[in-house]
């Protein structure tokens, strides 16, 4: 009778139950142990938000997260906000299965149905598309420390896996002539497209670098919390997209096809296979993502909630 009391008593989220599991990759580490439907003690967020620094890809497996519990879990590493992507998806009337964009203004569907509920390709968001290697919201001024992303539903060997790349690493191991010449340099963040490449609601798709919307940001920034450097390059889609302020047009291309080729080596790469009630926590200020496409056939629906950062530091 004891055994099955303890069996089945609520998981109180303890740090002496928690356990930390790395990838065994370049970044990435599993979190057992836990309910984030419950309440987490300070002492393990201390531990989780150690944890995030050290690994920069966080997951959990097998939670049931309402929008409550989400964005509770959320913050436990900063403040959520609504993500950049909200406001194009409203003013572009974005609806899944007859609804409006949902739910609490801090949180995005990452989806792939139609204003019916039914998968399709292009859907007006990143729909059943493959999404370019990029780091979350770079093409605003203050950029998210963090991303959340909970899956709801998942397609069964339909594509939709996630990678994630280590920029710490791909700083550090940057050839010196590469890390002289991009000492110093900022470059302009494409707000046009989405990372899917597609063009946002009520954006006029630019034809030269000087109609490309977005803020500047260093090509290397410092982590507020590590000290640590990274490549921070965001995303890239087709000319004219990002560019290096104060270098001709041809220079720019050329330096970012040797800094993206770079960046996206496999050996800074881990790949994370979703299951329904997986939860995945990332750094955006060091770790940029790639998705593969998705089976157009099979629904994939995920809410995605992000977390205030602050104001890029140079490096």
């Not at 979190?31 to 984030?36: A, P, Q, S, T």
């Not at 949180?107 to 979350?136: A, C, K, Q, R």
């Not at 890390?179 to 899917?196: E, F, L, M, T, Y």
């Amino acid at each position: 009778m004891e055994a099955t009391q303890r069996r089945s008593a609520p998981i109180q989220n303890l740090p002496e139950q928690i356990q930390v599991v790395p990838s065994g990759a370049a970044l990435g580490a599993e979190i057992r142990g836990m309910d984030l439907s419950q309440p987490v003690p300070e002492a393990s967020r201390e531990l989780l938000r150690k944890s995030w620094a050290d690994h920069l890809v966080l997951f959990w497996r097998g939670q049931n997260l309402p929008d409550e519990s989400l964005l509770a879990a959320a913050g436990i590493f900063g403040v959520t906000k609504e993500p950049a992507a909200r406001k194009y998806q409203v003013a572009g009337g974005y609806r899944i299965g007859g609804k409006l964009v949902p739910l609490h203004s801090h949180l995005t569907l990452i989806s792939n149905l139609d204003e019916n509920g039914v998968p399709v390709l292009d859907n007006g968001t990143l729909g059943s598309y493959e999404v370019v290697w990029h780091s979350d919201n770079s093409y605003v001024q203050v950029p998210p420390a963090g991303s959340m992303l909970y899956s709801v539903v998942i397609p069964v060997n339909g594509g939709g896996d996630t990678w994630f790349n280590n920029q710490y690493m791909a700083y550090d191991e940057l050839p010196e002539d590469l890390k002289a010449a991009i000492k110093g340099k900022s470059q302009i963040h494409d707000a046009s497209r989405n990372s899917a490449g597609v063009l946002r609601p009520t954006v006029k798709m630019p034809t030269t670098p000087e109609e490309v919307p977005g803020p500047a940001h260093p090509l290397v920034r410092v982590h507020p919390v590590t000290g640590k450097r990274a490549l921070y390059l965001g995303r890239r889609r087709d000319w004219p997209s990002n560019y290096i302020i104060g270098m001709s047009n041809a220079d720019s291309e050329a330096l970012l096809d040797k800094l993206w080729a770079h960046a996206t080596q496999n050996k800074y790469a881990w790949k994370h296979d979703w299951r329904v009630g997986d939860l995945v926590l990332w750094d955006n200020r060091c770790a940029m993502h790639y998705r593969s496409e998705v089976d157009a056939k099979q629904p994939r629906v995920l809410h995605r909630t992000v977390i205030n950062g602050e104001a890029v530091i140079p490096g």
